[in-house]
């Protein structure tokens, strides 16, 4: 369901970083450290051997289980791939869609992407949607068109009146691991299109409840003044989240 409100929303993707015990080190260390903040709703993405032991170990916590992809049929001649009733099954509340290392590394196309986004929802979970444009496409001044047509395409096959929730990530590929994340001009600018377009495409109800998070090297540094502007509704994590630390210090900013 669309959620009353716009709880903030905080997001490590794990990325293909740790092997299953690691994982579990990485939530033994990461649990206690983000117990002081249940206003915030927090989720980790852990790569796909290491669901099943997450999902152990966050069981009876606050903590939500995300994928970071998924194929958009649920079974059949797709070797290599993950669908999205397995997911479902191990207990998945949200996948991530579209990130830029899915579409510039895997050649993902905002149609599959769309795919996707349709597929998870059918198994009740949550699409969480990268968009983002390219460091030369913001320097052509073409951020707002790039975007639009990645969230236009994006959300194409889910019907406007369904009432389940999405989840938009606003990522500038030229910020994510790169140590520069956007200004808070920038991001604003950015995340407020999203929403105008979201009410364009849905309707304003959707917009004003849809959960917006920012990402591209996020840090307990960067965070305060990025997670306090009202279009910001939280982080996509990627580097920052390895470390339980460093993603505490971020949940805690986004309260
Ligand atoms: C990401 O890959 O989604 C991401 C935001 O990475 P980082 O925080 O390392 O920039």
Redesign the pocket.
Known sequence: MIPASRTPFVIG?W?MNLSERWAVALLDDLLPAIAGAPEVDVGVAPAFPCLRAAADRIAGTPVQLGAQNAHWEDKGAFTGEVSPRMLAELGVGFVILG???RRNIFGETDERVARKVAAVRRHAMVPVL?VGEQEGERDAGRTLDVVERQLRIGLSEIRPADGAEIVV?Y?PVW????GRSATPAQAQEVHRMIREQLASMFSPRLAGTTRILY????TPASAPALLSLPEIDGA??????LDAEAFAGIVAAAR
């Open positions: 993707n990325k990130h830029s290392e990268c990530a990522e910020a994510i691991g790169t990402g591209g090297s996020v996509l994590v990627g580097g920052a989240s």
